[in-house]
């Protein structure tokens, strides 16, 4: 599968954004895709994650409540939508899926190691 992000752009703090991963392939349904972002100088890391299936949610704590994935298989598309944005959110956002014959287990989709599909990334840049 290939993945394609977009979305970012300049925002002011307390703004909202939403990213779209959008992926070729007919069967984007049966993977599990995550968002991870890596500010300048910074390692990467995981942002939010979501399940192949009924699509269950995980966030990190740094995100959560503000920030809300989510997918749309008919459109081969996953989102992240972003509110309450605030500076330290600026960073360069990915989109990553796993191996669907391998999967994921719920514990692991912070790890980047898990996943074998990568997007270009898309940058965010939140002003003060």
């Known amino acids: 599968v290939q993945l394609q992000a977009s979305g970012g752009g300049l925002v002011q703090a307390g703004g909202s954004l939403r990213l779209s991963c959008a992926a070729s392939?007919?069967?984007?349904?049966?993977?599990?895709v995550a968002w991870f972002r890596q500010a300048p100088g910074k390692e990467r890391e995981f942002v939010a994650g979501?399940?192949?299936?009924?699509?269950?949610?995980y966030y990190a704590n740094t995100v959560k409540g503000r920030f809300t994935i989510s997918r749309d298989n008919a459109k081969n598309t996953v989102y992240l939508q972003m509110n309450s944005l605030k500076p330290e959110d600026t960073a360069v956002y990915y989109c990553?899926?796993?191996?669907?014959?391998?999967?994921?287990?719920?514990?692991?989709?912070?790890?980047?190691?898990?996943?074998?599909?990568w997007g270009q990334g898309t940058e965010l840049t939140v002003s003060s």
């Open positions: 990553a899926a796993d191996d669907p014959g391998v999967g994921i287990y719920y514990s692991d989709y912070s790890r980047q190691l898990k996943y074998d599909y």
């Open positions: 392939g007919r069967t984007f349904s049966t993977y599990a």
């Open positions: 979501i399940s192949r299936g009924v699509g269950s949610t």
